[in-house]
């Protein structure tokens, strides 16, 4: 019996580990378990206070600028951009779900328009309250948000486009790459936190302006962009070396966002809640 099972199993072609897919999906629940803490944050400090209309409470947590009195226009464009925030966060997660995509088509269609919709208020709105209502530290910071801005916009509208014309495995490649830069937000706070367990704070100025706040204004969006980039041609056209290396990259990705996610809630959402 051990003689026939093992010319069965011979005969049987070789199973190869997608180690690429695999690293794809520990990627994307490490960061969506980071998202979902950065959605509790919102939903338990910034919507309370911004639902009541006690917009001074937003001043309780250090913040760029949240609420000042007299600016009416600017405190409601920051109540909408906060409460918009947990919306898209947690859409985007909902959105990447393939099983959601293939066995719930209504769900994802409408999920991605509001999707879609809410990445535009919140990339035009960020443009406002940057060069309108000046809530920047310096330069460079208000250029990197000006840019990731433009990349929305231009990502979602070739997403919309690629699924108006049923190129769904277009559409499926630019909303990728939208998820990354629509994050950047929530990456920058990851990464301050993982480089700042790695190295203690090296680089970082007080008014954001050093070494690391200079490289992270463009970081949080590129960089991610450049691992899905580098995650969507490995996959379509990539030599098992490139699918390995790419795997690996993911793999390594993910645990920097585990740690910087805990750290982030441990410093920067937790203690406020």
Known sequence: MATIDASIASARPARHTDWLGRSATFCYLAIAAGQLLFVA????????????????????????????????????FFAVHVLLAAVITFGGLV??????????????????????LCALALALGGLWMTWGRGTWLNYVGAIGITLDALLITGFAALAWQAARHRRFADHRRWAIRLFAVASAVWFMRVGYMAWGLVTGGAGIGKAMDGPFDLFLAFANSLLPLAIAELYLRAGARGTPLARQATAALLGVSGLVILAGSAGAWMVMWGPYI
Request: charged share 15%.
């Open 41 to 76: 944050f919102i939903l338990l400090y910034y919507y309370p206070p911004t639902l009541t209309g006690n917009f001074a409470a937003w001043d309780g947590k250090p913040i760029i600028k949240g609420f000042v009195a007299g600016d009416t226009a600017g405190n409601l």
């Open 95 to 116: 959105q990447l779900v393939p099983a959601i995509r293939n066995r719930r088509p209504a769900l994802h269609r409408w999920n991605g328009r509001l999707y879609m």
